[in-house]
């Protein structure tokens, strides 16, 4: 029911930017936070940033903080993570979630625990690359 749709990924040289979108459906999309995560290969997924829709509340991990920025626009159920100064470490497969109680709290194959949220709800992810 819950589905989340993310765009934006490309490859970019060290010091570049690129601008992700995640859209949201299938639940109250204000009521619950999303939130953006870097899986790089062989490695776990990590939070990056979340919001909170229905107040704009951010969080952001620390190695971003500065250089990346994560904002929504509620009228289309989208939020967005603007990277900018990219580095090579910021490369990997980047997901968009949203809140486990999005679906009443029923279980999902995969939750994840960031700044106060357990996400559960996936978008299947758009690729991050960036070369030295």
């Known amino acids: 029911q819950v589905h989340m749709v993310e765009s934006g990924g490309g490859s970019v040289s060290t010091g570049g930017s690129l601008r992700l979108s995640c859209v949201a459906s299938g639940y109250s999309y204000s009521s619950y936070s999303v939130g953006w995560f870097r899986q790089a290969p062989g490695d776990e997924r990590r939070g990056v940033a979340m919001v909170y829709p229905g107040g704009g509340n951010t969080y952001y991990h620390d190695s971003v903080k500065g250089r990346f920025t994560i904002s929504q626009d509620n009228s289309k159920n989208t939020v967005y993570l603007q990277m900018n100064s990219l580095k090579p470490e910021d490369t990997g497969m980047y997901y968009c979630?949203?809140?486990?109680?999005?679906?009443?709290?029923?279980?999902?194959?995969?939750?994840?625990?960031?700044?106060?949220?357990?996400?559960?709800?996936w978008g299947q992810g758009t690729q991050v690359t960036v070369s030295s």
């Open positions: 979630a949203t809140d486990v109680r999005a679906s009443g709290g029923r279980s999902a194959p995969m939750m994840l625990f960031f700044g106060g949220v357990e996400f559960a709800h």
